[in-house]
RNA sequence: GGGGGCGUAGUUAAGUUGGUUAUAACGCCGGCCUGUCACGCCGGAGGCCGCGGGUUCAAGUCCCGUCGCUCCCGCCA
C-alpha cells in the first residue's frame, strides 16, 4: 500500500502496540489517545467525512476519518475498502446527541483517527463477509476462514468454546483427571468401519485411528486414576449425515467403583451444570428416566423427542380379526398395527399431503400409510376412510374407544413387521411435530434411557452382535442369561438424549475377565480371536480391575442443539463436506510414489 | 450401495408453453456528497446459464450422462 502511511507494524515505522479490543471503549474513555487494530467492516464515504466500522472478534468501534484533523488521512482512507486490515491511532470522543448507536456496546464512543496504517489489503469477497448472507455451503467450505469471520459461524465456535470450558470445570469438580490417549491405535474392526494408517517401520502393518478411546479408558481405570475425562477426537469411516463428520469430538469419561445408579446420578449432575452455565444460570430440571422397551413402544425411536405428545398406540388386537388384509396379514405374521392421532388436523391434510407422508414412510420401508378422518356420528357414519368398508361399526367404535378419538382428529396407521412399523412411525411423529409446531424449539427436554438389550441380531450373518459395543456388562442379575437366553439380557447401558437426539451414551463395563470372555464367545468371537484383538484388556481385567463405567458425550452434537443449529458443520471450525473432503485445503489428496514406497504400498484399484 | 433437492454475473435469486439483446438486488469500478451507521445520489463494467452429449428450425428451459454441494435410507460396536 502508500508508503506515506507504511504497510504494517514491521520496520521502517514507528511500532505500534494495540491499545484496546474493538469491544471495549465506552463514554468512560473520552479523551484518551488509543492505538486499534481490526478488519473494515463497512466504510460510509461521505466525501469529506468518512466513517469506518471496524471490527475484530470482541465488537465493532466505530472511526472517522474527518479532514478537520488531519487532511491528508482522506486520501488514504478513499482507498481502503472492505476486509481491508488496518491501524489507527486516534482520541476517543462521545459521539454527539442523538448520534449514538444502541446497537453496539461501542456505540456512545468514535475514534477521530489522527494516523491511519493499512496493514493489509483484501481481494473482492466471494461471498460477503458483514453478514450472515444465504451462502452455498461449497463456498462456505472453500473460504472458511472468510466464513469465520460471519457473526453466527463466530458466534457458534465461541459459544462452543464455552460450553467446554463448563463442561471441563463440572468435570475437574468432581476430581475428573483430563488424561491423552493415543490417536495411533491398533485396528479392531468390530464397530464402524476405522482410518487406517500404514507403517513405516513395520511392513504390511497399519495402526488405526480410534473410533473411541473406549478401551485405553477402562485400562486407566485398572491403572487407578478412579476418575479420567478427555475432550478428544474420535474417527469412524462411515456415510456422513447433518449431524455425522468423519472426525468429530467426545467428551468421553470413565470413573471407577460404581455401578448404574452412580454413573447417571454422576454425570446428570455434570451436565446440569455445565448446561446451566452456558445458559448464564438457566434452570435446567432433572433428567427424567424411560426404558428402552417404553421408548420404542410408545415413540418408536430409542431417543424420544419428548418435547410433545402424538405417541404410538398399539391397535393389533382390534383389527387382528378385520377383513382388512394388510392389518390381518401384519399381525397374523408376528407384527403389529399402530396409530397416530393427529389431534384436530383432519382438515389440514388433503389427499396430496397424505401421500407424502406415505412416500416419507416408505424410507423407512413401510408398506404404506392408511388413514382415517373422524367425523360426527359413531361407527363407520363417523369415520372418513378408504380402508373404513373392511370394518364393522363395533371395530370403529372400539378404535375410536381406545385412541379416544374426536371429531376432527386425523389417524394415521403403520402396519408391518415390529421393527419397520416402529421405526417408520416414529420418523413420521418427528416429522410431524416438526411441520405442526408442537413444541417450542428453545425447551430443552433431557431424558436417560436405559435398559437397552446387551444383544441384538445381525442382519445378514446369523449371530449375535454387541448392541452397544462388547465390554458393556450385562445387568447384574442377568448375567446367569447368557448360557440360556441372550437375547433376554438387559445391558448396563444409557444414552443421555436431548430433543431427540442421542447427545451421550455410555455403560458399566465388564470388569470380570471370565464375564469378558464370555461375552466374546456369545459373540462369536473364538478364543484366539479374543485374544489376538483383546488379549490386552483381558489380561488387564486379571490384574485388579476395579468395578467401573462411563459415558462419552458427543460434544458437537450437543453443541448444535444448544446453540439451535441444524448441522454440526456450524459447530465445528473446519468440517468435512458429505463426501468426507475438505474444501479448503483438497484433502483427501495423492500421494507421492516415495511416500507410497517408504510405506511399503502399491496402490491398485480394484473393480 | 440406494432415493430426493439444488447448480444462471463476484454473491443471492428471477427467468412463463422451448422463441428477439438472459433480469433484479447486493457487491465491484468511476463520479458527486461533512454526521453516517444496510449512508445517499448519478453512471458503468461484469455471463462457458456446472461440464459433456442428444432432441429440435431454435435449449438456461426437454432427454441422457457426468461433476459439485446438500437432505435422507442403508451404514454409524
Redesign the pocket.
Given at each position: 500500500m502508500t508508503s506515506v502511511f507504511g504497510s504494517g507494524l514491521g520496520t521502517g515505522v514507528q511500532r505500534w502496540q494495540r491499545s484496546h479490543n474493538l469491544g471495549e471503549l465506552n463514554a468512560d474513555h473520552a479523551g484518551k489517545e488509543v492505538i486499534l487494530m481490526g478488519w473494515v467492516h463497512?466504510r460510509?464515504?461521505?466525501?469529506?467525512?468518512i466513517?469506518m466500522?471496524v471490527r475484530d472478534r470482541f465488537g465493532f468501534t466505530?472511526v472517522?476519518v474527518?479532514?478537520?484533523i488531519v487532511p491528508q488521512l482522506l486520501d488514504a482512507a478513499s482507498a481502503i475498502?472492505?476486509e481491508f486490515v488496518i491501524a489507527l491511532k486516534g482520541i476517543v470522543q462521545k459521539?454527539?446527541d442523538g448520534?449514538?448507536?444502541k446497537?453496539i456496546a461501542t456505540?456512545a464512543i468514535?475514534i477521530a483517527v489522527k494516523e491511519l496504517r493499512i496493514l493489509n489489503a483484501c481481494d473482492?469477497?466471494?461471498?460477503?463477509v458483514s453478514e450472515d448472507?444465504?451462502?452455498?455451503?461449497?463456498?462456505r467450505?472453500k473460504y472458511r476462514y472468510l466464513d469465520l469471520r460471519r457473526p453466527r459461524l463466530k458466534d457458534n465456535i465461541l459459544k462452543r468454546i464455552k460450553f467446554v470450558k463448563s463442561m471441563r470445570r463440572a468435570l475437574e469438580g468432581q476430581g475428573f483427571l483430563d488424561i491423552e490417549t493415543p490417536f495411533l491405535y491398533k485396528s479392531?474392526p468390530?464397530?464402524?468401519?476405522e482410518f487406517l494408517v500404514p507403517s513405516r517401520i513395520h511392513p504390511s502393518h497399519f495402526y488405526a485411528l480410534p473410533?473411541?478411546p473406549?478401551l485405553f479408558k477402562q485400562v486407566l481405570m485398572v491403572s487407578g486414576f478412579d476418575r479420567y475425562y478427555q475432550v478428544v477426537k474420535c474417527f469412524?469411516d462411515?456415510?456422513?449425515?447433518?449431524?455425522?463428520q468423519p472426525e468429530f469430538t467426545q467428551v468421553d469419561c470413565e470413573m471407577s467403583f460404581v455401578d448404574e445408579e452412580a454413573v447417571l446420578a454422576t454425570f446428570e449432575a455434570i451436565t446440569r451444570q455445565a448446561v446451566s452455565e452456558f445458559f448464564d444460570g438457566r434452570e435446567i430440571p432433572a433428567f427424567p428416566r424411560m426404558s428402552y422397551d417404553d421408548a420404542m413402544e410408545h415413540y418408536g425411536v430409542d431417543k424420544p423427542d419428548t418435547r410433545f405428545e402424538l405417541k404410538l398406540q398399539d391397535v393389533s388386537d382390534l383389527v387382528a380379526a378385520s377383513g382388512f388384509k394388510v392389518f390381518a396379514e401384519a399381525i397374523s405374521t408376528g407384527g403389529i398395527v399402530n396409530a397416530l392421532v393427529v389431534k384436530g388436523q383432519a382438515e389440514a391434510f388433503s389427499r396430496k399431503d397424505i401421500d407424502e407422508l406415505t412416500d416419507f414412510v416408505r424410507?423407512?420401508?413401510a408398506k404404506g400409510l392408511a388413514w382415517a378422518k373422524k367425523g360426527a356420528g359413531s361407527g363407520l357414519a363417523g369415520w372418513q376412510s378408504p380402508v373404513a368398508k373392511f370394518f364393522s361399526d363395533e371395530t370403529v367404535d372400539a378404535i375410536d374407544k381406545k385412541l379416544n378419538l374426536q371429531a376432527g382428529d386425523l389417524v394415521l396407521f403403520g402396519a408391518g413387521g415390529y421393527d419397520v412399523t416402529k421405526?417408520s412411525l416414529g420418523?413420521l411423529r418427528n416429522q410431524l411435530g416438526a411441520r405442526l409446531k408442537l413444541y417450542e424449539p428453545s425447551q430443552l427436554n433431557f431424558l436417560w434411557i436405559q435398559g437397552f438389550p446387551l444383544l441384538e441380531r445381525d442382519?445378514g450373518a446369523n449371530r449375535w452382535?454387541?448392541?452397544?459395543?462388547?465390554f458393556t456388562s450385562p445387568r447384574p442379575q442377568d448375567i446367569g442369561l447368557l448360557d440360556s437366553d441372550p437375547a433376554a439380557i438387559k445391558a448396563s447401558a444409557y444414552d443421555l438424549v436431548l430433543n431427540g437426539n442421542e447427545v451421550a451414551g455410555g455403560s458399566i463395563r465388564i470388569h470380570d475377565p471370565e464375564v469378558q470372555k464370555k461375552v466374546f464367545a456369545t459373540l462369536g468371537l473364538s478364543d484366539e480371536d479374543a485374544q489376538a484383538k483383546f488379549g490386552f484388556l483381558l489380561e488387564a481385567l486379571k490384574f485388579g480391575a476395579p468395578p467401573h463405567g462411563g459415558i462419552a458425550f458427543g460434544l458437537d452434537r450437543l453443541t448444535m442443539i444448544l446453540t439451535g443449529c441444524d448441522?454440526i458443520?456450524d459447530v465445528i471450525v473446519f468440517p468435512k463436506?458429505?463426501?468426507g473432503?475438505c474444501?479448503m485445503t483438497g484433502a483427501p489428496g495423492e500421494v507421492s510414489s516415495d511416500q507410497l514406497r517408504d510405506l511399503h504400498i502399491r496402490v491398485q484399484r480394484l473393480e
Open positions: 463497512r460510509r464515504d461521505h466525501g469529506q467525512l466513517f466500522d466505530q472517522v474527518d479532514p478537520g475498502r472492505n459521539r454527539p448520534m449514538i448507536n446497537a456505540g468514535e473482492v469477497l466471494p461471498f460477503p448472507a444465504e451462502t452455498s455451503e461449497a463456498l467450505l479392531t468390530e464397530g464402524a468401519r473410533q473411541s473406549q469412524r462411515e456415510d456422513l449425515r447433518a449431524d455425522r424410507q423407512y420401508g421405526a420418523a442382519a452382535i454387541a448392541k452397544h459395543h462388547p448441522a458443520r463436506t458429505q463426501k473432503t474444501l
